[in-house]
């Protein structure tokens, strides 16, 4: 596997820790509860040391966009089917936006 693959794959699970780490803060209640708490800190900790992994491999800018833009999309799309959330045109729109953007980005690097 190259470096690039690699890099990649860090930063998609990159991307799923934050995630995580944003549904438990939902369940930790403003920190009074303490394994969704501690969920929390450890799917951060984990983001952020990943991301700090796959950034060695790839444009610093482009890692967070990317990061950012994915997982923003990625926990809204979970807390409209996980938390019922509203869905709106102009809602699907700004997702759209956001991947669009994220797909931009990767291709303006190569």
Request: proline content about 1%.
């Amino acid at each position: 596997m190259n470096s690039q693959t690699y890099a990649w794959l860090v930063l998609s699970a990159s991307v799923l820790a934050e995630v995580l780490g944003t549904l438990a803060l939902r369940y930790a209640e403003g920190f009074t509860r303490l394994w969704p708490s501690a969920a929390v800190v450890a799917c951060y900790s984990c983001a952020i040391w990943l991301m700090s992994v796959a950034v060695k491999h790839l444009e610093m800018g482009l890692t967070y966009a990317v990061w950012a833009g994915a997982g923003t999309a990625l926990t809204a799309l979970l807390g409209i089917i996980w938390f019922q959330e509203t869905i709106s045109v102009l809602r699907f729109a700004g997702l759209g936006c956001i991947v669009v953007g994220v797909i931009a980005l990767n291709l303006s690097a190569r």
